[in-house]
């Protein structure tokens, strides 16, 4: 790809667009990274296969967006740098990506949740006027819409499945519920990005977002959750304890082993 | 059906054995070679699904983002194969959930060699170039192999094997051209998986007790000492060019026999991995009852809601 036009015409400052490509990558990395943590361990060969896929297209868009970033820097960065050499508070993904794989039931629901909102913003980022982020955003479209189609599906069957299958996801439901709200919070990066016509007004997502969960969740005879306590803060670095494990195994041979090839 | 039935059934069976054609899913076949399918076929399928747990030991830890796409592609591979080697297996009257219970219960067995851990990220170049090498070797043959639906899976798994072997090859020549530490941790893993990787080409000829029958159905083409010579005539060279040692100190070219020599394989730790007491058996098979345990609440779901789906239908439709 070639992203040199981009410093010329874009106007919106380059640490900013940084920032706000982050804001989606990261989410992408940290979801990867949970999946790569299942491969082997589901329910059947044919869930791990799905997931692993899913997996792969999220790691996909990760390295795209992560050249792009390394490409927008004045110092000398490669992908690597970007995904294994930052510290936990210059992560930027939000609290969602990063809650354990409790069971299946959780898998499905943080997928489901990410998904809806993810179709959304790469639907409204094909009309970026950053070239790069609308070319990632077409071909990420045709790859979540499989993903929302995959964990919708699975929500359903769990849902209206067994008393049993169907207590475990609305816990599920429950749980990660509050970690809903921070997807559509708009931080510095993304009001700038969005005014500069190259990101996408998150907030607007919002009404559509629950919207459509709700219908879902209704069809999978689950219950929409009333509470309308939420948490957030990753989109500041502020993550949860989760995060520290996370980046412990993520980082751990860039860190062992500083400035080797692999 | 009468003695002389059976008796011409036969005379069939093997005489399309001997021109090379295929035998089907409903075709005739002894019980002797539905038996012996099953058993190979799903101890295949289960080497692949087990082999995804010493890999999939280091998705998470992979040292770059390519390394890790690719990993985890390779993963996936093996998930694939272990569905079509099911798939080839069940259509010889068997369930994929009673396979799952055999091996479950320890009842069929798997690849040794994915009983003994992956300790360092040049495991995953050692597996690759190594276990996937052996691999190969043992099932290209197969793709000529006389049931059908056997030989036509391993078309496709032979192609990506060896897609993984050269992956596996081309992360343990970036280590050896790498930092000494990094060559150091290539040489390590080729010190521990080189053993392994002979031993699970299987028990010398005169300990083998499948090979006669199997080489006659085809199942098998050359003996496990055959096959084990390939593997180390093929892999020296290649060890040579990582620049790194084969931890046999009897190793060596053979100008004679046009093979290398090489020193006596530790038969009595093969035979202990093999009755479950090597250093991984115990938590590969937990891993792969935990994960069918606790998938089972997922499976009755879907069952349960496909059911209620169709019940559905049936109702609209009346």
Partial sequence: MNFTHLREKNKMNTETLKDYI??????????????????????????????????????????????????????????????FLRLERDYKNVLLVEQPNTDFGYVITRQYFFDVFHLMLMQQLQYSKDETLSAIAKKGIKEVSYHKRFSGDWLKRLGDG???SHERVQKAVNDLWPYTNELFEMTEAATAATEAGVGVDAGQLKEPYYKEVSELLKEATLEVPESKYFHKGGKQGVHTEHMGYILSDMQFMQRTYPGMKW | MSEKEIKNLEQIFEAKIVRDEKIEPKDWMPEKYRQTHIRQISQHAHSEIVGM??????????????????????????????????????????????????????????????????????????????????????????????????????????????????????????????????????????????????????????????????????????????????????????????????????????????????????????????????????????????????????????????????????????
């Fill in chain 2, 53 to 318: 747990l010493p890999e999939g030991n280091w998705i998470t830890r992979a040292p770059s983002l390519r390394r890790k796409v690719a990993l985890l592609a390779k993963v996936q591979d093996e998930a694939g194969h272990g569905l079509y080697l099911y798939s080839a297996c069940e259509t010889l009257g068997i369930s994929r959930d009673e396979l799952y219970e055999q091996l479950h219960s320890g009842k069929a067995k798997y690849s040794s060699i994915f009983n003994y851990p992956t300790l360092t990220w040049a495991d995953m170049g050692a597996i690759g170039w190594l276990v996937d090498g052996a691999a190969i070797i043992n099932q290209v043959p197969l793709c000529n192999t006389s049931f059908g639906p056997y030989a036509r899976a391993m078309v496709r798994v032979c192609k990506e094997e060896s897609f993984h072997q050269r992956q596996g090859y081309e992360i343990m020549l970036t280590l050896c051209n790498g930092t000494p530490e990094q060559k150091e941790m290539a040489q390590d893993a080729l010190n521990r998986w080189w053993w392994p990787s002979l031993m699970m080409l299987g028990p010398t000829d005169d300990e083998s007790v499948h090979t006669a029958q199997s080489m006659k159905w085809k199942l098998k083409r050359k003996t496990n000492d055959e096959l084990r010579q390939q593997f180390i005539d093929q892999t020296v060279p290649q060890a040579d060019i990582l620049g790194i040692t084969i931890p046999d100190p009897d190793l060596k070219w053979d100008e004679e026999t046009g093979h290398y020599d090489f020193g006596p394989i530790d038969w009595d730790e093969f035979w202990q991995v093999v009755k479950g007491h090597g250093p991984c058996n115990k938590e590969r098979i937990s891993a792969r009852v935990n994960a069918w345990n606790n998938g089972e609440w997922v499976r009755d779901a879907a069952m349960a809601y496909a059911e209620k789906q169709q019940a559905k239908k049936v109702e609209k439709a009346s």
């Fill in chain 1, 22 to 83: 982050l804001e989606i990558a990261d989410n992408s990395l940290i979801l990867g990274q949970r999946f790569g943590e299942l491969c082997g361990h589901g329910p059947s060969l044919e869930t791990d296969i799905a997931l692993t896929n899913m997996s792969l297209d999220l790691f996909g868009q990760v390295r795209s967006y992560y050249q792009y970033i390394a490409q927008l820097s004045e110092e000398e960065k490669t992908e690597d740098d970007i995904a």
């Fill in chain 1, 162 to 164: 067994t008393k049993e």
